[in-house]
């Protein structure tokens, strides 16, 4: 797992160290170390902690004119032992909202399994990212390149209420883009879904 990094590829757009606005805002990172681990494999230092002992996030930009985000994750999601989405959702979800930003892109290739339990977090975040879109600008929660037993298993705990995942959201190629060409389309796609 030490060999699967976050992707530094959008670095010249974005680094969460550096904005102010960011929940990592500050981090100093030390490549030669590797200290965080996932059941005992250690991880690449670029991962973050965000209160789950099983999975790490990445952001991998902010736009906070446009109220977008894109977070890349790694590990396993354990809502059933470690509440991993009540991590997320107060340590990291809430900060960003407050920003402005309700448009999330969670990124989930390296998520390697799915635990689910309660959904009241899961609701409560999309409920927030609804009340946000009164002010005119529609947000979303979106999950991007899950493995297809991952979205399985959420499905199955009915997170796809509240997460659209799925179909051409499936989008392999996002390295190539640009991180506003991939916000424009998933808007795109998420206008058609929505029907707005």
């Known amino acids: ?28 990172y030390n490549y030669d170390l590797y200290s965080e681990n996932i059941y005992g494999y250690y991880i690449d230092p670029g991962w973050d902690f965000f209160g789950s002992e099983t999975l790490y996030m990445k ?21 059933a032992i470690n509440n991993d989405i009540m991590h997320l959702k107060r340590n990291v979800v809430e900060h960003i909202l407050s920003t402005g930003i309700n448009k999330f892109i969670l990124i989930g290739e390296n ?36 493995r297809d037993f991952v979205e399985q298993e959420m499905a199955a705990y009915e997170i796809d209420q509240y997460i659209n995942f799925g179909g051409k959201l499936q989008i392999i190629n996002w390295r190539t883009m640009t991180p506003k060409a991939l916000c424009s389309i998933v808007e795109e796609m998420m206008q058609g879904r929505l029907g707005v």
Do not use: R
């Open 111 to 146: 998520i390697l399994n799915f635990h689910g339990s309660d959904d009241s977090y899961y609701e409560e975040w999309f409920e927030e990212v609804e009340d946000a879109s009164l002010s005119g600008n529609q947000g979303w929660v979106t999950a991007i390149c899950f």
């Open 59 to 79: 952001v991998l930009y902010a736009d906070y004119v446009e109220g977008f985000i894109v977070i890349e994750f790694i590990g396993e999601w354990n809502d």
């Open 1 to 28: 797992m030490h060999q699967i990094e976050p992707y530094f590829g959008w670095n010249a757009h974005y680094d969460s160290s550096e904005d102010q606005h960011s929940p990592f805002y500050g981090k100093e």
